[in-house]
């Protein structure tokens, strides 16, 4: 079937292709490459990706193409759901023979429930959907495809079995020749790594226990399956070859530190190669392992601290120590290693106190960087049932995001209200960068990179607009 893959036009500025992290409006132009779409369509022949948000691709562009295709993949999230049903409504009435599917942590979870609420919508592949996606496309019986929920000829939903976890990763193929066919690399930012930059993974699943933590819980899995160090280190050759501008890889697996051994192994073979890269980390790796690491190419880590308070990173199961994530940044400091640091406010647990608490640790290990999020219980998280268990959510905040996609406070608690969580973003964002050290490691790298200088002084106006949007949201709430 001629396939189209989809992250359909949503909220000006919306980060779809972060499907591991949050889907939202971010405080700086910010877009993840949409490597789970980019990965069915590398295992469809002739298909096509089109990843709207960061290519300002807007929907009469895409519906004007809809006679071009017979099938339709479309990456959804709780917070884009409702746009991305209006899309596909849009794509069928352009061509009302065109079958359409949803993949993502949000069908995985309720494939039933969308499917009622989407009528226009033929089918979901649930949970890891690569294969199940290629099935489709293929024209097999979509009875006899596991992995699939879809309404069959009489309007009734089936949902076949499961489809067995993917093992051999191997059996992938890379996702960086759809990059370099349907995407315009730079139209891909990350504040916090070089531009333009490539991120790809090399592993899914996360062994941590996070309960916040979305697609561990609803598609990876918490067994880290990984490719094969030659995989991984030929697709760098191929990308480096194809995208000579690239001045960094990134690895977006959950925790490519999981494996240490292999961490070691990849580097290695990286140094070889002159290849800047970056990886998420956890904050527990021993000082030897980040030494080899840095010997082989490594720039930056994206840690998630998410609190300062040890209570807290007990009541998410973070699996993780205030000192030991201390000295893991103490380590990183010494070595060179630049850390983009991500914090989490209004988790269970929190207080006023503690969001001080938090804040000062921030400050006192102090990442190159950092990330301010707000808790988000999405369905499928454990996160998700003890809020709705403990009345800590409520319908009218279960979105996640507001009517332009700026992310909301969503849980509440007896002694913090939605607004006081939603309002101390913004102070530590302050707290943090409005220090004289701060400012002055920023002008400093402003000063001796003059790219850096443009693009550091665009985020700030962008920035400095994003916690205006904020306070008209909190004035409006």
Not at 212 to 225: A, E, K, S
């Amino acid at each position: 079937m001629r396939t189209l893959f989809l992250q359909a036009p949503s909220f000006d500025g919306f980060d779809g292709g972060a499907g591991s992290r949050y889907q939202a409006k971010r405080e700086i132009k910010s877009f993840w490459y949409p490597t789970w779409l980019a990965q069915p369509a590398a295992l469809v022949e002739n298909s096509k990706l089109i990843d709207a948000p960061p290519h300002k691709t807007k929907l009469a562009e895409v519906t004007a193409q809809a006679k071009d295709f017979d099938l339709t993949i479309m990456h959804t999230s709780i917070p884009s759901f409702a746009s991305d049903v209006k899309c596909a409504q849009a794509l069928k009435a352009a061509n009302p023979n065109m079958k359409i599917g949803m993949i993502g942590a949000k069908v995985a979870v309720e494939s039933d429930k969308s499917l009622v609420q989407a009528p226009v919508i033929d089918f979901v592949a649930r949970n890891e959907f690569d294969f199940t996606v290629k099935d489709v496309a293929d024209g097999q019986n979509w009875a006899s495809i596991p992995g699939l929920s879809f309404r069959n000829d009489s309007g009734v939903i089936v949902h076949n079995k499961d489809r067995a976890i993917l093992e051999n990763m191997d059996s992938l193929p890379f996702v960086t020749p759809v990059y370099k066919r349907d995407l315009v690399m730079e139209n891909y930012f990350i504040g916090y790594l070089k531009h333009p930059y490539i991120s790809i993974y090399t592993g899914r699943g996360c062994k941590s226990r996070c309960t916040f933590c979305l697609w561990p819980q609803t598609v990876g899995g918490h067994r880290y399956r990984t490719r094969s160090v030659d995989h991984v280190i030929e697709e760098i050759v191929w990308a480096k070859k194809n995208f000579p501008q690239t001045k960094e890889f990134f690895f977006d697996d959950d925790t490519f530190t999981d494996d240490l051994p292999r961490a070691e192994k990849i580097a290695e073979r990286l140094g070889k190669l002159g290849i800047t890269w970056s990886c998420n980390a956890k904050a527990n790796v021993p000082r030897e392992t980040l030494k080899k690491l840095k010997d082989g190419g490594l720039r930056l880590l994206l840690v998630g601290y998410e609190s300062g308070n040890q209570q807290i990173l007990h009541n998410i199961k973070k699996g993780m120590r205030i000192e030991v994530a201390e000295k893991f940044t103490k380590d990183c400091h010494e070595l060179g290693i630049a850390i983009h640091g991500t914090f989490i406010l209004g988790l269970p647990g929190e207080t006023k106190e503690t969001i001080q608490e938090t804040m000062a640790f921030a400050k006192k290990i102090n990442p190159h960087t950092i990330q301010v999020s707000l808790a988000a219980p999405y369905p499928g998280t454990f996160l998700f049932n003890q809020a709705v268990e403990n009345g800590w959510l409520d319908e009218k905040n279960a979105e996640l995001v507001d009517d332009s996609g700026v992310q909301i406070a969503p849980l509440h608690y007896p002694h913090l209200s939605h607004t006081e969580i939603f309002q101390s973003v913004e102070t530590f964002y302050r707290s943090f960068y409005f220090r004289t050290g701060k400012i002055a490691s920023i002008v400093g790298e402003m000063v001796r990179d003059r790219q850096m200088m443009v693009r550091r002084l665009r985020e700030g106006v962008e920035f400095f607009h994003f916690l205006k949007e904020r306070r008209s949201l909190d004035l409006a709430a």
